[in-house]
T-cell receptor, first 113, second 116 residues
Framework: DVKVTQSSRYLVKRTGEKVFLECVQDMDHENMFWYRQDPGLGLRLIYFSYDVKMKEKGDIPEGYSVSREKKERFSLILESASTNQTSMYLC????????????FGPGTRLLVL | AQSVTQLGSHVSVSEGALVLLRCNYSSSVPPYLFWYVQYPNQGLQLLLKYTTGATLVKGINGFEAEFKKSETSFHLTKPSAHMSDAAEYFCAVGPRLWGSNYQLIWGAGTKLIIKP
């Protein structure tokens, strides 16, 4: 079974803080994704990576950056947290092509005060 | 442009009743269609998917969905609801060309409420 772990389930940060969310997978999946989940908006893609050190912006990259130095690890960075970044953040992985299954982590619920 | 619409942000059914969650999409190419489920305090997991072949797709936990090209729909059904089906369900469609890659478009989600 694919396992996707996220560094924190719940996180509370102050406005202006730099926030790191980490995602680790235990399978050899090329693709990794960061989504933001908000009520009524579904999942919105922030960034994705299809290989080590490769990254592409998704639908809502503003205010975020990512890092993928190793295949199994994909980090999401909030450079200067703002209250409108309060949300649920989901990491996902996928091996190969688009029609393959995405595997999700349990999510990190971030509250920015 | 591709899009996906899930009708109803909340659907309530009685235990034992038919579950019907609606998903309509628009796509200029043959679509890949997915249903994912999110149980409380968990990540999403795949329920079922259509990529090619048989248009009636069976998934886990007794769910199934039928790809109807003429109606651009991929509705999710289950004959008899169980309390454990209470969750949020997401429909997703691809391929969406994004830069040099392809991505999915996600619906807004439907929360399924099961009444005892």
């Amino acid at each position: 079974d694919v396992k996707v772990t996220q560094s924190s389930r719940y996180l509370v940060k102050r406005t202006g803080e730099k926030v790191f969310l980490e995602c680790v997978q235990d399978m050899d999946h090329e693709n990794m994704f960061w989504y933001r989940q908000d009520p009524g908006l579904g999942l919105r893609l922030i960034y994705f990576s299809y290989d080590v050190k490769m990254k592409e912006k998704g639908d809502i990259p503003e205010g975020y950056s990512v890092s993928r130095e190793k295949k199994e690890r994909f980090s999401l960075i909030l450079e200067s947290a703002s209250t409108n970044q309060t949300s649920m953040y989901l990491c996902a992985t996928r091996k190969g092509r688009l029609q393959e299954t995405q595997y999700f982590g349990p999510g990190t619920r971030l509250l920015v005060l | 442009a591709q899009s996906v619409t899930q009708l109803g942000s909340h659907v309530s059914v009685s235990e034992g009743a038919l579950v019907l969650l609606r998903c309509n999409y628009s796509s200029s190419v043959p679509p890949y269609l997915f249903w994912y489920v999110q149980y409380p305090n968990q990540g999403l997991q795949l329920l079922l998917k259509y990529t090619t072949g048989a248009t009636l797709v069976k998934g886990i936990n007794g769910f199934e969905a039928e790809f109807k090209k003429s109606e651009t729909s991929f509705h999710l059904t289950k004959p008899s609801a169980h309390m454990s089906d209470a969750a949020e369900y997401f429909c997703a469609v691809g391929p969406r060309l994004w830069g040099s890659n392809y991505q999915l478009i996600w619906g807004a989600g439907t929360k399924l409420i099961i009444k005892p």
